[in-house]
């Protein structure tokens, strides 16, 4: 998981196999901050996405100006790759909670199971589960909840959402008599 801005794109072959005909794009990417993985890569120079958008490959502006935060897996061979179904966005669309949950917030998660909610019924099963509804709800997947809340292990050992940031403007309206 980083923030990063990407310095330029290149085509490159996904193997050193020469019967591989797959293409994978190299992100050349300046690094300016990483949240999660410096266990295993202190310095991330490339990410990897596969060419084709069918294979899930993500399309990213190489610009130097657009700030993203990119999750991804890092291969056996040390490469760092990512697509459509890691969780990539420019920085400026994060919520004020999710920067601050990625400091901090997100890590006090690590022992919480989050289920997705598709249809009702639906319900946690274990303690440490938290039950995410943005698709039921809104039907998004990444709406009000995941921008607005962190789901959190307390003392007691059970999971729960927590709203971090400011405190909405309007939570309710205080009616006098009618």
Known sequence: VIRAKISSEKVVPASDNPLDTHKMIRYEIKQIKMFKGFEKLKDVQYVYTPFDSSLCGVKLEANNKKQYLLTGQILSDGKVLIHLCNYIEPWDD????????LNQRYQMGCGCKITTCYTVPCSIT??????WTDWLIERKLYGHQAKHYACIKRSDGTCSWYRGGPPPEKEFIDISEP
């Open 94 to 101: 994060l919520s004020l909670s999710q920067k601050k949950s």
């Open 126 to 131: 274990t303690p440490n589960e938290c039950l």
